[in-house]
């Protein structure tokens, strides 16, 4: 089993920053990929920017140049540094990881969730 648990969620005034970071933990053979999603009230979940194994990385076009994704392969964790927040970034957070998990089947990932972290950004 697989447990991505995220944090450093809140309430930031426009303009401010905000650093989130998610730990993939369990059964975890190999790490594709991870990644951060949100979700606003009444809008579909999208993509907010994903790195790969090799550390390539690609951003949603709204948040170029001011949200940075990084990842620590040591320990399985991701990060998103969120800068020059803005009212629109207000969502709800979650963390994505392609893992594969059995040594023995490396052309086989499943993708995991966590369970979300809120951000607000209001004055």
């Known amino acids: 089993q697989v447990q991505l648990v995220e944090s450093g969620g809140g309430l930031v005034q426009p303009g401010g920053s905000l650093r989130l970071s998610c730990a993939a933990s369990?059964?975890?053979?190999?790490?594709?990929?991870m990644g951060w999603y949100r979700q606003a009230p009444g809008k579909e979940r999208e993509l907010v920017a994903r790195?790969?194994?090799?550390?390539?990385?690609n951003y949603a076009e709204s948040v170029k140049g001011r949200f940075t994704i990084s990842r620590d392969n040591a320990k399985n964790t991701v990060y998103l540094q969120m800068n020059s927040l803005k009212p629109d970034d207000t969502a709800v957070y979650y963390c994505?990881?392609?893992?594969?998990?059995?040594?023995?089947?490396?052309?086989?990932?499943?993708?995991?969730w966590g369970q979300g972290t809120q951000v607000t950004v209001s004055s």
């Open positions: 994505n990881a392609k893992i594969v998990v059995s040594p023995t089947t490396p052309w086989v990932t499943y993708d995991y």
């Open positions: 369990g059964s975890i053979f190999s790490i594709n990929a």
């Open positions: 790195i790969i194994s090799g550390g390539s990385t």
